[in-house]
């Protein structure tokens, strides 16, 4: 990826993908791997391992790792609708706004247990204004059960 002189929107994404994947410790303790990232959407997948694990009677996934797959899947989709139209940009000047990117509130309604070997999440925008962006996320395991949704408001510029 061109790191000096301007960046155009799809350069963009595809540093906030590598930013999410490769310098986010705590998105790779949890396993998440970003399965889609453009035009379309976003899409965040979570390989089933017992460090997931919140009930180890039922094994099954923790509300905390479920929360926090629902956050990462909303603030992706917040970041690729401000990347979407935005101008081409120096990677200093778009990490300069990428670091006010935020979450600002979050709900998170659990609907079934989460039991799958794999799990994914994805995001639509609600909304999105000049400063905030609203999105619905929503979990699913690998048979297509809906695990859990949320509403996720941030802080994008």
Known sequence: ????????????????????????P???LLGLQISQFDGDGVEVRLP???????NPIQKILHGGVTAAVLDTVG?????????????????EQFQQRLARIGTIDMRVDY???????EFVATASVIRKGS?????????HNELGEHIAFGTG???VG
């Not at 990826?1 to 906030?16: N, P, R």
């Not at 603030?75 to 990677?91: C, F, R, S």
Request: hydrophobic letters at 45%; proline letters at 3%; a neutral charge.
């Open 153 to 155: 408001t941030y802080m």
């Open 111 to 117: 609907l079934r247990p989460g039991k799958g070997s």
């Open 26 to 28: 705590f998105n790779q």
């Open 48 to 54: 089933w391992h017992d460090g997931l694990m919140g």
């Open 75 to 91: 603030g992706l989709m917040a970041i690729l609708h401000v990347v979407k139209d935005m101008p081409e940009l120096t990677l």
């Open 131 to 139: 400063r905030v962006a609203v999105c619905r996320m929503e979990l």
């Open 1 to 24: 990826m061109q790191t000096q002189g301007l960046l155009d929107s799809k350069q963009l994404g595809e540093y906030v993908a590598a930013v999410f994947r490769e310098h986010m």
